[in-house]
C-alpha cells in the first residue's frame, strides 16, 4: 500500500505515523510546504514572549528522525500543486529547486489546514504587517523585535491574538489589541470574556473592542493603523490574528465536495467523496456536538484525532470521528479562560432551549494559599438536564474544571450527574464540595424548581416592576449596588418582612448567589414571590460592564486610564505607618468588612496594604475608597491576588466605619420634616421629597409625629404589655404604610394599581430606599406615648426622638416642610 500525505504538522504526521504503526510494510510519503515537519506551532506564541527560550524545543521531531524511528519518507520544503483523482497520483515541486515530479498513491490523505485570513483592506500586505502560522512567520516576528520594535498592534481578539499580546507584553512592547466584535475570545460568552478583559487591561494591554481596522499606512517610519471610528494607533509591527479559513486549493481543485461552512466535507471515517482520499485537520468540516450541524474548529486535539483516525481508516480499519465540541482554553497572564461546547450565543443562533447558571467557587480551599473565586457557566437541556456546554475563566484549577465538563458533555452526561462525580481533592486542589459539583447542585436545584433564577439581563427592562432585594452587607451596598435597590441584609431579613410587599416579585442579590440563595429559600418558603440573581453581582457586572450599567452611579470597575494613573511609581511618599492586610481565601464580604475594621484603627496619613484572592475586591476597595474619602494609592495584581495601597484620608465615623452605613456628610446642605399626616398620599410626597432631596446631595432627617408613625408601623400582633386602651388604639389605627388610606376618595387600591402600573415606587419600597440612602426617620417620643405604640411595633433603623431633637436637626436646615 502507498500512502501520501498532504501536509506535515498535527494531522497529516499524525496519519502517517498511525498508518506506520498499523501497517509495516506500507510505502509512506508526507509532503510540507515548508521548512519543518511536526512542530509546535501552538508554542510560537511563547517563543516570541520569552517563555520557551530555546527555539528548537519547537521542532519536535526532523525528517531524519522520522525517518529513523517510523521510517517515515518526509519531504520538506515540497508542495504539492495538483491531484489527478484518475490517475491516482499528484504533481509535486521541490520549492528550492524548482523541480517538478509525480508521485503515485494507493491513499492520500490531505492534511493542509487552514489559512490565516488577510481582510482585504489598504495596506494590507505592508512587510511588518505578520502572520503567525509557522516557524517562518515565528522568525520574521522575532526579527522585527530584535531590529527595536517598541510598539504593536494585534488585529483579533482570538485565541492567537489574545496570546499575541500578551507575550508581546511580556517582550516590554506597548500593545493595542483590536477586536471587531465587542468581546475579547469570540467563543466564550461576552460576559464570561469579561474578566480576561480587565485582565489584559491590568496588564497594559490598550483593548478596542467592537471596532475594526481600516487601512495600513507607512508614516514617518513606523505603520499607522487606521480604525473605522477614526482612531489611529502608531506601531512598529502588526499582527494580524483575524482567524482562519481552510486551505481548499486543492480539495476545490480536484472536485473534492466541499460544505455548507466551506471546509472539505468527509463522512465519520475522515473519507472525502473521493474513496482513496482521505482528509483532516483544520481544512475539513465536521460535525458540533451539542449543535449537530456541520461546523469549522480549528483546534489542535480535533486535528491530530482526525488524522489518527483517517491513518487507521486507510490500513483498513473503521474507525469514527463523531463529533467536535469545541474544548479550548486559553492563558491570559495569570488568568485562564475556556470552554467546551456550546456556547449561549450558539445555542440562540440554533435556537435551541437552554436554561444556565453561573457560579463563581473557589479554585481549591480558600484557606490554603493561592485560591481565588472563578467564573463558571454551565448551559443545559431544560427538560432532562443534558449538558450542553460549560465555560470557566479564573485563576487556579480552570483546566481541571474545563476537563472535567468537557468528560462530562462528551459522556452526554445530565447536570444532576455532576452532583455526584467524585473529585480529588485535599486543600491545595479542591474543596470537597468541586465547584464541578456545586454547579451540579445549582443546576439541579433549577431543574426540581427549588430555585428560580434572575439574570443581569433583565435589568433594568424586565424588572421595573419587581422589588429589587440587596442582602449584602450594609458596607457592601453601601459601596456599590444595583441602582433601585433596597437592603435588607441576610441576618437581618427575618426581622424585616413587612418591608417587602406581597404583591411584587422580589429579585434578591448578593455577591456571588449565596446569600441570596438562602434568602430565596427564606422567603419562598414564607410564601413571597422571589427569585434570586444567578452569579450575583460578580456576574452582573461582568454583564453590564463598567459605565455601561444603565445609571450606574459609581463604575464598579476602574476604566483603565484611572489604573494607568494608580501606577505604583506615582506613589508619594508616605507619612504615616503601613500596615499590611492578608484577606487571602476569605469570600465576600469578608475582605471588605476586614478592611473597614483595620482602617478604623488608623491615623490619618496612615497606609494600609491589603491583598485579597476575590478578584471584585478591585472593584469593592476602590468603590469603598472613594466612598469614604480613602486614597488608593496603587493596585497591582501578583498572581490570583489583588493588592491594594489605600492611604486614609479624614477620619471615619465610628458607626460608619463599623457598620458603613453612611459616609461622614460634614458641609451637606439639610432638609427637614415634620410628617403628621397619616394619609397615603401626604406621606408618599414626603418620601418622594425626602428622596429626591437626597440624591441631589442634601442630608434629610423626617421626623414623624401622631398620625404619621402610622406610616412606620409594623404588621402583625401588637406588642406584649399593653393597656386594653393602648390595645384598641392600635387597633384602630392603620398599621403600617401598606395599610394608609388616601386623604380623598377613598379608593387606596385603586390608587396602588395605578402607581404600579405607572412604575411608581410603593410606599414601603420608597421608605426602604429612603432609609438606605440615608434619610434620618425620627419618631416622636411622645406621639408614641399618647398612641400607645412600643418600638418594637415599629421598623427598624429609625431614631426616637423629642421635639428637642427636631428643632436641633432644623437649626441648619435650608428647608423644612409640615406635612
Ligand atoms: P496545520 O498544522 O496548519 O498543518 C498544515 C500543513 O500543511 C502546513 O504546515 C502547510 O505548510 C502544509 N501544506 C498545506 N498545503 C500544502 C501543500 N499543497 N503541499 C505541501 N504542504 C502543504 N490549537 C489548540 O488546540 N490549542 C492551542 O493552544 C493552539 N495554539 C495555536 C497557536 C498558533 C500560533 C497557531 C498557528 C495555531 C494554534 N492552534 C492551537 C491551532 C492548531 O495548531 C491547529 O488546529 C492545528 O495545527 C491544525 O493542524 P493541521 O494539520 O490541520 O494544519
Redesign the pocket.
Known sequence: MKMLV?????????AAARARRLDETASIIV????D??SFA?????YHIGGKIADRDQLLLQTPQSLAATLNLDVRTG????AIDRAARQVRVRELAAGKTYTETYDKLVL????A?LRPPLPGIDHPRICV???IAD?DRIQKLLEEGAKAAVVIGGG??GV??AENLRERGLAVDLVEMVDQVMPPLDREMARPLENHLRWHGVNLHLGVAAAAFTESEGRLRTELVNGQMLMADLVILSAG?KP?L??ARAAGLAIGPRGGIQVDQHMRTNDPHIYA????VEVTDLALCCPTLL???????R??RIAGENVCGRHTVYTATQGT???KVFEMTGGGTGANEKSLQRAGINYRKIYLHPSGHAGYYPGSAPMNMKVLFAPGDGKLLGAQVVGYDGVDKRLDVLATAIRAGLQVHDLESLELAYAPPYGSAKDPVNMAGFIGTNLLHGDLELWYPEEYPDQTRNAVLLDVRSAMEYDTWHIPGAVNIPLDKLRGNLDRLPRGQTILVYCKVGFRSYLAYRLLKQRGYDVKTLSGGTMTFCNYHRTGICPGTPEPPLLSYAEERQLAPAAAPPVPGRVVELNCAGMQCPGPIRRLAETMQGLQTGDELIVSASDPGFTADGAAWCRHFGHTLVSQEQAGPLVRLRIRKGGPMQPAAAANSDKPAGAGKPRKTMVVFSGDLDKVLAAFVIANGAVSMGSEVVMFFTFWGINALRRSGPQAPGKTLLDRIFGWMMPQGAAALRLSQMHMGALMRRVMRAKQVDSLPGMIAQAQAAGVKLVVCSMSMDVMGLKREELIDGLEIGGVAAFLGESAGADMTLFI
Do not use: H, K, W
Open positions: 498532504i501536509g506535515g504538522v498535527a494531522a497529516g504526521m499524525s509532503f510540507e510546504r515548508g519543518f515537519v506551532n501552538c508554542g510560537l506564541p515540497t508542495e504539492v500543486e492534511a493542509p489546514g487552514a490565516p503567525l502560522r509557522n515565528m485565541y492567537i496570546e499575541m482562519v486551505d486549493r486543492l483532516a485537520g483544520d481544512a480549528p483546534l489542535a486535539g480535533p486535528a491530530n482526525q488524522g479550548a482554553i486559553v
